[in-house]
C-alpha cells in the first residue's frame, strides 16, 4: 500500500532523515518507534505532503491511486483525497470550531451526504463523547478528548490508510488504554495504520509489524512480537535491563 | 442641546461607523487568515470610490447596476494585490508583510496621483438619493439610510458565509492552522485568495459610501479611514469579525459625538481623540473587546 524508498529530508539545514525506507502493507498495523529527533514525525509529515523530500521516492497505492503512485511531490491538500489521512502531532484540533465541525472539515473533501452522514453517526458510536459534545467548541475539549476528535476527524476522510503520530501524548494511562483498543477496532474494520509513537510498549503490543527509528536512519524492524523480546529494543525503549 | 440634535449625531455616527465597520472587517479577515496587517487595505476605499464614480458619472450607469459591479471590481483588486505582492512574501516573517504592504499601499496612492491628479473631485449621486429623509427628530439623505442599510445586510451576508458555508468554515480553518487546514484537503491559496476578495470588496463598497458621504474624493482619501479601520479591527480585537463591526461602529460614533458634543474649539483634534480611545481600550483589554489571544505565525 506504502512504500517509502530511501527518501533524504531536511529541515532548514537539517538533514533529519538520512535514506529511509519502509513499506506497510494493506489491513496493517505498523508503527515506528525511536527517540526524540530520530525523525519520526518528519517521516509522517513526509508522506502528508507537509514535507517535501530531496531525494527518494513515495509510492502509494489506494483504490483511488492509478496503479502505484510517485506521491512524493503531491501536497499536502491532495494527499487526503488519495486515502490517506494524517492526524498530526498535537492533535490540530480547530479550538474554535465546533466539535461537529471539526468532525464535518474531515469529510471537507468528500461530496457523498450520505457517506457522510453514515460515516459521522460512525465517529459517534465509537466515540460517544464526541456526539453529546457536537455543539461545544473542539478548544473546550478534555487531552483525551481531543485526542478523539482527531481521530474521528480523520475517519470521516474515510482514510485507507491512516498514518497517527504521537496519539497517546499527554494522556493517562486509561484513557490511553481506550484509544489503542478504538484503533485496533478501527484497524479491524479495514483502516492500514501507520503509528509514531514514543510509548514503544504500547506500540510494539498493537501492531504487526515495527521499524525502529535511531537519527535519521532505520535502525530495526521486523515482527512486532519478536521485537518485543528483542535485547537491544528491551534496553533502549521498554526500560528493561 | 436638545434631545433631536443628540439623535441625529447619533445617526451621523452610524453612518461613519458602517463605513470603518465595512473597512475593518478586512482587515480583521486579513491579519487573521495570514497574520497579515495590511496597510494597503485602506486604498481599496480610494479605488472604490473611484471606481463608483467612472461607473456613475462617465458611464452613466444607473446606482443599483453601479454598487454590484464595484463589489465586484473591489474583490477582483484585492486578488490581484494578494496574488501579486503578498503571495510571494507567504512564509517570510511577519514584518516583511507590512512591509510590503505599506509598499502597495504608496504605490496605490501614486499610480491614483498619476492617473487621476490630485486634483478633489466632486462626486454627485442621483437626485433620488440625494433628497431628504425626516424621521422623527432626525432627518438623513437617502443615500445615507441606503448606506447604513446595505452596510447591516453586507455584514449580515458575511456571517452567514463565514459561519455556514464550506468556504467559511475553510476560512476559519486556514486561520486557525494552515498546516491541517491543508491536510484536511483545503486549498489554503484559494481560500486565502478569496479572503482578500470578501475583505476588498467589502473595503470598495466602503469607497462607494464615503463618496455619497462626502460629496468629494481625492486619491490620497484611503489612507486615515484606512488607518481608523484598522484602530477599529483592533479596538474590537483583531481577528474577529463581530469585533472589526463592534469596533468600527464604536469608533463611528465615538469620533462624531466628540466632535459633536464638545465645544467646536476641539473638533479639529478628533483623530487625536480616536487614537486615544485605542490606547485606552487596548490598556484594559489588551486583545481588544471581542478578542481572543492570538500567537504569532510567521
Known sequence: MLKIDDIHVYRGRTHVLKGVSLHVQQGEIVSLIGGNGAGKTTILRTISGLLRPSRGKIFLKTSKTSGETDISRVPAETITGLGVTHCPEGRGIFSQLSVKE????????????????????????????????????????????QEMLAVGRALMSRPELLTLDEPSLGLGPIIVDNLFSVLAEINRQGVTLLLVEQNAIKALKLSHRTYV???????LSGLSAALIDNEKVKKAYLGGT | MSGGYIAQQIVNGLILG?????????????????????????EIIMIGAFLTLGLLQKLQLPFPVAAPLVLIAGAVVGIIIEKGAFRPMRGAPQVTGFIASLGVSIMLQNLGILLLTAQPRNFTFPDYLQSVVQIGLVSFRTIDGVIMASALVLMGGLLFLVHKTRLGMAMRATA?????????????NRTIMATFAIGSALAAIAGLMWGGKFGQIDPLLGFVPGLKSFV?????????????????????????????LLPPIYSAFRDAFVFSTLILILLVLPNGILGKKMEDRA
Open chain 1, 102 to 145: 471539526n468532525l464535518m472539515i474531515g469529510a471537507y473533501l468528500r461530496k457523498d451526504k450520505e457517506g457522510i452522514a453514515d460515516d459521522y453517526a460512525r465517529v459517534c458510536a465509537l466515540f460517544p463523547i464526541l456526539g453529546s459534545r457536537s455543539r461545544q467548541t473542539g478548544g473546550s475539549l478534555s487531552g483525551g478528548e
Open chain 1, 213 to 219: 527509528l535511531e537519527t535519521g536512519r532505520m535502525a
Open chain 2, 18 to 42: 458602517s463605513m470603518y465597520a465595512l473597512v475593518a472587517i478586512g482587515f480583521s479577515m486579513i491579519y487573521g487568515i495570514i497574520r497579515l496587517i495590511n496597510f494597503a487595505h485602506g
Open chain 2, 176 to 188: 486557525e492552522n494552515i498546516d491541517v487546514a491543508r491536510l484536511m484537503g483545503i486549498n489554503i
Open chain 2, 232 to 260: 477599529a479591527a483592533v479596538i474590537g480585537g483583531v481577528g474577529s469579525i463581530p469585533g472589526a463591526i463592534l469596533g468600527g461602529y464604536i469608533l463611528g460614533l465615538s469620533e462624531v459625538l466628540f466632535v459633536g
